[in-house]
């Protein structure tokens, strides 16, 4: 197994494992709004520190792109891009689905991936040209070979809400034929899970790079295509993805295309 790799389970789990340990503690945690409906914890706060700890011990010229902290320059070419608590409105309701992200890149290119649920002790991994494992068993995106009788996963724009008639369109065209849509809240796992064969697909609108970096490597070495709404690769520049395997990516892409205002476009 990769150093780096290694470095970054190290680190997912002693975050994960604190997260876990607090789910009993939620009432009296501090909170505070971010913006809408977008909140954050010292739990938030304290398992990202965790986790830049851990790397930057071993790893001490590398950047930083974390949720909570923001971006750390390092003097070199590698950039951990970090989600220490991935579907937080889920874990302040103690609903047992979130999940630690961490991804590394490389001059630009996604090299390695983990995304732990602590709650289930599932640990999500990946690496360049090395396939993608669940607890280091090989994992695969499903063969549905287009949206009909598909699983698919999304997430609502609760975020950029003047997308919302827009994604009800699209919802409307993929639920039409879907075998049904489900909405877990944490668009790490969801993408985690299309790199299993959980679910079929997956699209969302308006998230961030650490929202999806390390599912987006997931899904690639486990066969699978993930892109924009062009089905092009500035996902993480545009926070419009959409995901699957090949023949079901075109799929979504294709319906997706009727359904973009301007703004989703770019």
Not at 43 to 68: C, F, M, N, S, W
Not at 188 to 201: E, H, I, T
Not at 232 to 250: H, I, K, M
């Amino acid at each position: 197994m990769q150093p780096m790799l290694n470095i970054a389970i190290r680190a997912a789990r002693s975050a994960g494992d604190f997260i876990a340990r607090q789910v009993g503690n939620i009432p009296n945690l501090l909170i505070e709004a971010k913006a809408g409906n977008d909140f954050v914890s010292e739990v938030d706060r304290q398992a990202e520190a965790r986790i830049i700890d851990t790397l930057l011990k071993a790893y001490p010229d590398h950047g930083i792109l974390a949720e909570e902290s923001g971006q750390h320059s390092g003097s070199g070419e590698f950039e951990w891009i970090i989600d220490p608590l991935d579907g937080t409105a889920n874990f302040l309701h103690g609903f047992p689905h979130f999940a630690v992200s961490i991804a590394l890149r490389q001059g630009g290119k996604l090299q390695q991936a983990v995304i732990y649920d602590p709650m289930k002790q599932e640990l999500f991994t990946a690496s360049k040209g090395a396939g993608a494992t669940v607890n280091n068993r090989r994992i695969r995106v499903t063969k549905r070979k287009s949206v009909e009788g598909a699983l698919l996963g999304t997430g609502f724009p609760f975020r950029a809400k003047e997308h919302f008639p827009a994604y009800q369109a699209m919802f409307a065209d993929f639920f039409a034929d879907a075998s049904d849509i489900r909405r877990a809240g944490s668009a790490a796992l969801d993408l985690a899970y299309v790199a299993a064969g959980r679910l079929d697909g997956f699209w969302e609108i308006g998230l961030k790079p650490w929202d999806m970096a390390a599912g987006a490597l997931l899904i690639r070495e486990a066969g699978g295509l993930i892109g924009d709404f062009s089905g092009e690769g500035d996902y993480l520049q545009t926070g419009n993805v959409v995901a699957g395997n090949p023949r079901l990516f075109s799929d979504l892409v294709r319906r997706l295309q009727p359904h973009l205002t301007e703004p989703l476009k770019r």
